[in-house]
């Protein structure tokens, strides 16, 4: 086999003339040796070498590899030439090698051969091994089965005769039964006992054996010699009735010849013995229980607080706990010490517009120490007590009825004596430091701890909490204290602005008057007005602090010359004081808004939508009224004095209060429809009541506004009638030596009069409606409605020369400029040409009036109808209104001005010019 494999190899491409260096590789394994006879002298030579010897070893070791064995057997039969340059190489002999390989092959199979025997031997050994594993598991699970049925057969011995259920098992009812026995033999030893007591109380007078109970140390005697003094006093009541003050058929018996009631032989008073032991056993525990406390040992204590829990519900040591505790011991002593703070702090509380200090440092000294001490306490409550809930409910109840009630009125006391806004936010700051202070103790768990507080806790917190404000919010208590301290800085606020006006209503409305009241009575009534407020303040027994900050809110000054002197205060009125500001009113609502807060945290509830409509009284009353409406009285009646001013211009400065007016109005309905009216949505009553009252403020302010305006269109046309009626007349007839000087003029004085008051007019306009609006427009529009109606009528009353009829259409010009600069629309632009037009007519040739009034037999509408666009405007200039003012004039479309006005209310303005008595214009006076 492997001569033919060989053969093959050599005869093959691959190995080409290299047969020759593999003959020489195998002769180097397989080269004839002198054999042993030839070393012996025996001088024999094998045929051929003797092939190399293999083992197993060689075969399995790790490190075989086919192909090196391969290389090293053919290593031998390299040919020299290929290592030095001899002769050519021979032709190679393939025989050694087909020869090494025979004897490889039949080596291999010898190997082959042994192999397969040492694998027939183990595995017949591990045929052995598996029949014996099979005999010892058959082994195990026949003993396994056996214990099996044994323990079946267990069982099914323990199964009651009455059922196979469970829990009828004889083991548990054997076990029940040993432990009904124990209970009776102990109930038998403590009747037993008990008996033997109750013998030595009543016949020998002694508690000896019940002395050795108590006495025996441990925890279990004390428990049950508790236990037996209590079942004692109830056979000492049901035995011996007589000691208790009644016989067996309840008459009274004479204490010292008491009897048992049974044989009348004497005993004892066994009611006094038992009660004297009780006493003492008591006092026993309570001192026990208070040195262990002492020594921390909570075992002890438990035991001792367990033996008076069973005695008398663990009324008395848990008293003596919590009246003992160190905490209220010191905190009695501190409990009445000033309020602390300097009057600067109590000052900066009582200003409305300082920030809150914060809680009196006492009160926070205070929480903070309960914050830790119950903590700590309901630890230790938790170790010392069989039952700590208890004993906690009634620790946290006198911390806080006692200790924090205590501080927190001392704090409120002092606050109230100092100002009515220092005790609102006192009682603020101080419900929410002791809010915080329940919910730290609630998120501790105390008894619970690290866990949730239970139920039972949580509530006890929150009720300590409610019963501890709870007379500060009962009734309308807290919601007068609000009423009151914004009535007072109102008030303060308020102060020079009424004074003012009150001051102005008392005012003469005629000249003369007026000039004989200035001066010291103006002064006096001052001082007295001032005087009269400062008495209030100190009859209302207001505090120095309180006075201080009321002063100050109202602007005046409070020096300790005022105070110590009988000098009059003096106050300095200036038109300021009289005027609103928006500044006033943003500080009232930021009040409001403190108190509506406050309000929500304090007392949120069922009394929000009354307390809430209470405070949207008290802000439409003195915002409202007081404030705005006064203020809109005031200027109403400046627009009724402007409407009738002759001498000089009209005062308008008054609109500038409408603007102030309007801001703060917008302001009003803006805390009210946001804040206020929301927060009564739980109600629909009052909610509609709220609603109602500040629709209703808003629409009599609006009507006060109207009638302003009015009052100012009106005084605007009266003084624009007024100074058209001095136009002089030789303003349109100037003398043509004139003519140059007349030229040279812009417009007439009289033009340039009514310009220069429209101007101021429009500017105020815009200055008091800022950002225009329906309103705006309203009133601009009907003001140059009516300004033009008087214009078309002024221009009927003068005759016009030639150098007339140019400074009329000048004039003409100027109006129109200024009224189409206020912006008032495409359509009253458009009315606007008419008055161009008939500025026309006085200075166009007769043949160019005749074809520029050609082409329309009847006119659209009269020039005069304005009057009935005015009766429709009018009245309707509210703050939103959004009603417009009609015009009465129409204007063609695509064509002259003059073709949609009637020939009628063209003639009296031709017949004012010089020439109309001119064949020219008598023929278009005729065509008319």
Same mark, same amino acid.
């Given at each position: 086999?492997?001569?033919?494999?060989?053969?093959?190899?050599?005869?093959?491409?691959?190995?080409?003339?290299? +047969?020759?260096?593999?003959?020489?590789?195998?002769?180097?394994?397989l080269?004839?040796?002198?054999?042993?006879?030839?070393?012996?002298?025996?001088?024999?030579?094998?045929?051929?070498?003797?092939?190399?010897?293999?083992?197993?070893?060689?075969?399995?070791?790790?490190?075989?590899? *086919?192909?090196d064995?391969?290389?090293?057997?053919?290593?031998?039969?390299?040919?020299?030439?290929?290592?030095s340059?001899?002769?050519?190489?021979?032709?190679?002999?393939?025989?050694?090698?087909?020869?090494?390989?025979e004897?490889?092959?039949?080596? =291999?199979?010898?190997?082959?051969e042994?192999?397969?025997?040492?694998?027939?031997?183990?595995?017949?050994?591990?045929?052995?091994?598996?029949?014996?594993?099979?005999?010892?598991?058959?082994?195990?699970?026949?003993?396994?089965?056996?214990?099996?049925?044994?323990?079946?057969?267990?069982?099914?011995?323990?199964?009651?005769?009455?059922?196979?259920?469970?829990?009828?098992?004889?083991?548990?009812?054997?076990?029940?039964?040993?432990?009904?026995?124990?209970?009776?033999?102990?109930?038998?030893?403590?009747?037993?006992?008990?008996?033997?007591?109750?013998?030595?109380?009543?016949?020998r007078?002694?508690?000896?054996?019940?002395?050795?109970?108590?006495?025996?140390? +441990?925890?279990?005697?004390k428990?049950?010699?508790?236990?037996?003094?209590?079942?004692?006093?109830?056979?000492?009541?049901?035995?011996?009735?007589?000691?208790?003050?009644?016989?067996?058929?309840?008459t009274?018996?004479?204490?010292?010849? *008491?009897?048992?009631?049974?044989?009348?032989?004497?005993?004892?008073?066994?009611?006094?013995i038992?009660?004297?032991?009780?006493?003492? =056993?008591?006092?026993?525990?309570?001192?026990?229980?208070?040195?262990?406390?002492?020594?921390?040992?909570?075992e002890?204590?438990?035991?001792?607080?367990?033996?008076?829990?069973?005695?008398?519900g663990?009324a008395s040591?848990?008293?003596?706990?919590?009246?003992?505790?160190?905490?209220?011991?010191?905190?009695?002593?501190?409990?009445?010490? !000033?309020?602390?703070?300097?009057?600067?702090?109590?000052?900066?509380?009582?200003?409305?517009?300082?920030?809150?200090?914060?809680?009196?440092?006492?009160?926070?000294?205070?929480?903070?120490?309960?914050?830790?001490?119950?903590?700590? !306490?309901?630890?230790?409550?938790?170790?010392?007590?069989?039952?700590?809930?208890?004993?906690?409910?009634?620790?946290?109840?006198?911390?806080?009825?006692?200790?924090?009630?205590?501080?927190?009125?001392?704090?409120?006391?002092?606050?109230?004596?100092?100002?009515?806004?220092?005790?609102?936010?006192?009682?603020?700051?101080a419900?929410?430091?002791?809010?915080?202070?329940?919910?730290?103790?609630?998120?501790?768990?105390?008894?619970?701890?690290?866990?949730?507080?239970?139920?039972?806790?949580?509530? =006890?917190?929150?009720?300590?909490?409610?019963?501890?404000?709870?007379?500060?919010?009962?009734?309308?208590?807290?919601?007068?204290?609000?009423?009151?301290?914004?009535?007072?800085?109102?008030?303060s606020?308020?102060?020079?602005?009424?004074?003012?006006h009150?001051?102005?209503?008392?005012?003469?409305?005629?000249?003369?008057?007026?000039?004989?009241?200035?001066?010291?009575?103006?002064?006096?009534?001052?001082?007295?007005?001032?005087?009269?407020?400062?008495?209030?303040?100190?009859?209302?027994?207001?505090?120095?602090?309180?006075?201080?900050?009321?002063?100050?809110?109202?602007?005046?000054?409070?020096?300790?010359?005022?105070?110590? +002197?009988?000098?009059?205060?003096?106050i300095?009125?200036?038109?300021?004081?009289?005027?609103?500001?928006?500044?006033?009113?943003?500080?009232?609502?930021?009040?409001?808004?403190?108190?509506?807060?406050?309000?929500?945290?304090?007392?949120?509830g069922?009394?929000?939508?009354?307390d809430?409509?209470?405070?949207?009284?008290?802000?439409?009353?003195?915002?409202? !009224?007081?404030?705005?409406?006064?203020?809109?009285?005031?200027?109403a009646?400046?627009?009724?004095?402007?409407?009738?001013?002759?001498?000089?211009?009209?005062?308008?400065?008054?609109?500038?209060?409408?603007?102030?007016?309007?801001?703060?109005?917008?302001?009003m309905?803006?805390?009210?429809?946001?804040? /206020?009216i929301?927060?009564?949505?739980?109600?629909?009553?009052?909610?509609?009541?709220?609603?109602?009252?500040?629709?209703?403020? /808003?629409?009599?302010?609006?009507?006060?506004?109207?009638?302003?305006?009015?009052?100012?269109?009106d005084?605007?046309?009266?003084?624009?009638?007024?100074?058209?009626?001095?136009?002089?007349?030789?303003?349109?007839?100037?003398?043509?030596?004139?003519?140059?000087?007349?030229?040279?003029?812009?417009?007439?004085?009289?033009?340039?009069?009514?310009?220069?008051?429209?101007?101021?007019?429009?500017t105020?306009s815009?200055?008091?409606?800022?950002?225009?609006?329906?309103?705006?427009?309203?009133?601009?529009?009907?003001?140059a409605?009516?300004?033009?109606?008087?214009?078309?009528?002024?221009?009927?009353?003068?005759?016009?020369?030639?150098l007339?009829?140019?400074?009329?259409?000048?004039?003409?010009?100027?109006?129109?400029?200024?009224?189409r600069?206020?912006?008032?629309?495409?359509?009253?632009?458009?009315?606007?040409?008419?008055?161009?037009?008939? #500025?026309?007519?006085?200075?166009?040739?007769?043949?160019?009036?005749?074809?520029?009034?050609?082409?329309?037999?009847?006119?659209?509408?009269?020039?005069?109808?304005?009057?009935?666009?005015?009766?429709?405007?009018r #009245?309707?200039?509210?703050v939103?209104?959004?009603?417009?003012?009609?015009?009465?004039?129409?204007?063609?479309?695509?064509?002259?001005?003059?073709?949609?006005?009637?020939?009628?209310?063209?003639?009296?303005?031709?017949?004012?010019?010089?020439?109309?008595?001119? *064949?020219?214009?008598?023929?278009?006076?005729?065509?008319?």
């Amino acid at each position: 086999m492997y001569k033919e494999y060989f053969t093959r190899r050599m005869m093959s491409p691959v190995f080409g003339d290299n +047969t020759r260096w593999i003959n020489d590789a195998m002769s180097s394994y397989l080269t004839p040796q002198v054999s042993n006879a030839t070393e012996h002298g025996q001088g024999v030579r094998s045929l051929y070498g003797k092939g190399p010897a293999f083992t197993l070893d060689n075969f399995s070791s790790k490190d075989f590899i *086919v192909k090196d064995f391969i290389e090293s057997l053919t290593d031998a039969a390299q040919p020299s030439s290929r290592r030095s340059q001899g002769p050519a190489p021979s032709a190679f002999d393939s025989k050694p090698l087909i020869r090494a390989f025979e004897q490889a092959s039949k080596r =291999l199979n010898d190997l082959s051969e042994e192999l397969e025997a040492k694998e027939t031997e183990l595995s017949g050994a591990v045929r052995k091994a598996e029949g014996q594993h099979a005999a010892i598991v058959e082994t195990l699970g026949r003993k396994l089965n056996r214990t099996i049925n044994s323990f079946q057969q267990l069982d099914s011995n323990l199964t009651s005769d009455r059922g196979g259920k469970w829990g009828g098992n004889v083991a548990v009812e054997t076990g029940k039964m040993l432990e009904e026995l124990d209970r009776q033999r102990r109930r038998a030893m403590d009747a037993h006992f008990l008996i033997e007591c109750w013998d030595e109380v009543s016949n020998r007078g002694e508690v000896t054996l019940l002395e050795n109970l108590r006495r025996s140390g +441990t925890g279990e005697g004390k428990i049950r010699s508790a236990r037996i003094a209590k079942q004692l006093l109830r056979i000492s009541q049901r035995l011996d009735p007589s000691s208790h003050g009644h016989g067996i058929n309840g008459t009274a018996k004479q204490p010292n010849g *008491v009897t048992n009631g049974v044989s009348g032989t004497r005993h004892f008073n066994t009611r006094e013995i038992i009660e004297k032991f009780v006493e003492t =056993l008591e006092k026993d525990m309570l001192k026990l229980f208070d040195d262990f406390y002492r020594r921390q040992n909570f075992e002890e204590m438990k035991n001792c607080a367990t033996v008076l829990q069973d005695f008398n519900g663990g009324a008395s040591v848990q008293a003596a706990f919590v009246n003992q505790h160190q905490f209220f011991i010191d905190r009695s002593n501190l409990v009445t010490d !000033e309020v602390g703070g300097d009057q600067e702090t109590w000052v900066r509380l009582s200003d409305p517009d300082a920030d809150l200090p914060g809680v009196e440092p006492g009160l926070q000294s205070l929480i903070d120490e309960v914050r830790v001490v119950v903590q700590e !306490e309901s630890q230790i409550i938790k170790r010392a007590f069989p039952h700590p809930d208890q004993v906690l409910g009634k620790f946290v109840q006198r911390v806080f009825q006692q200790s924090l009630q205590q501080r927190l009125e001392l704090v409120l006391d002092k606050a109230e004596s100092e100002s009515t806004l220092a005790y609102l936010r006192s009682l603020q700051a101080a419900r929410n430091s002791i809010n915080t202070l329940v919910e730290d103790l609630k998120s501790h768990g105390l008894t619970e701890h690290p866990d949730p507080v239970t139920s039972q806790t949580s509530q =006890l917190l929150d009720q300590q909490l409610d019963e501890l404000f709870t007379p500060y919010f009962g009734g309308s208590a807290y919601i007068d204290k609000e009423k009151q301290n914004l009535s007072e800085l109102y008030r303060s606020l308020l102060f020079k602005f009424e004074l003012f006006h009150s001051r102005r209503q008392k005012e003469p409305k005629t000249y003369l008057a007026s000039l004989r009241a200035r001066g010291q009575e103006m002064l006096s009534s001052a001082r007295e007005a001032t005087d009269a407020y400062v008495k209030s303040l100190d009859l209302e027994k207001n505090s120095s602090t309180q006075k201080r900050i009321l002063l100050s809110v109202a602007g005046l000054k409070n020096t300790a010359a005022d105070e110590t +002197t009988s000098k009059p205060h003096e106050i300095d009125l200036s038109e300021t004081d009289g005027r609103l500001q928006t500044q006033f009113a943003k500080r009232m609502l930021k009040w409001l808004a403190e108190g509506v807060r406050r309000g929500l945290e304090l007392s949120g509830g069922s009394e929000t939508p009354k307390d809430v409509s209470a405070l949207h009284s008290l802000l439409l009353r003195n915002l409202g !009224e007081n404030y705005i409406e006064l203020s809109l009285d005031a200027a109403a009646e400046s627009a009724s004095t402007a409407e009738t001013a002759k001498r000089d211009a009209p005062d308008l400065s008054y609109l500038s209060s409408l603007k102030a007016a309007i801001s703060i109005m917008h302001l009003m309905q803006s805390c009210t429809n946001t804040l /206020l009216i929301p927060l009564a949505s739980t109600s629909l009553t009052i909610r509609h009541d709220m609603e109602k009252n500040a629709r209703t403020s /808003l629409l009599r302010m609006e009507d006060h506004v109207n009638i302003i305006e009015q009052r100012t269109i009106d005084a605007v046309l009266n003084w624009t009638s007024r100074l058209l009626s001095n136009q002089n007349r030789i303003d349109f007839r100037p003398r043509e030596t004139d003519a140059d000087t007349a030229l040279a003029q812009s417009s007439t004085p009289t033009c340039a009069s009514i310009l220069k008051f429209l101007s101021t007019f429009h500017t105020l306009s815009k200055t008091t409606f800022t950002g225009g609006g329906a309103n705006l427009m309203n009133l601009l529009t009907e003001m140059a409605v009516e300004f033009r109606s008087q214009l078309l009528e002024h221009f009927k009353k003068y005759q016009v020369n030639r150098l007339g009829a140019i400074m009329l259409v000048r004039d003409i010009s100027a109006y129109v400029e200024l009224l189409r600069a206020w912006d008032l629309g495409p359509t009253f632009n458009g009315t606007l040409d008419v008055l161009v037009e008939i #500025g026309s007519l006085f200075v166009l040739k007769p043949e160019a009036i005749k074809e520029r009034i050609k082409g329309s037999a009847t006119a659209g509408q009269n020039v005069n109808g304005h009057a009935q666009g005015r009766e429709d405007g009018r #009245g309707n200039g509210a703050v939103d209104s959004g009603a417009g003012v009609s015009v009465g004039v129409g204007v063609g479309v695509g064509g002259s001005a003059l073709a949609n006005v009637s020939r009628e209310n063209l003639r009296p303005y031709l017949l004012k010019r010089e020439d109309y008595m001119e *064949v020219g214009m008598q023929n278009v006076l005729y065509g008319l």
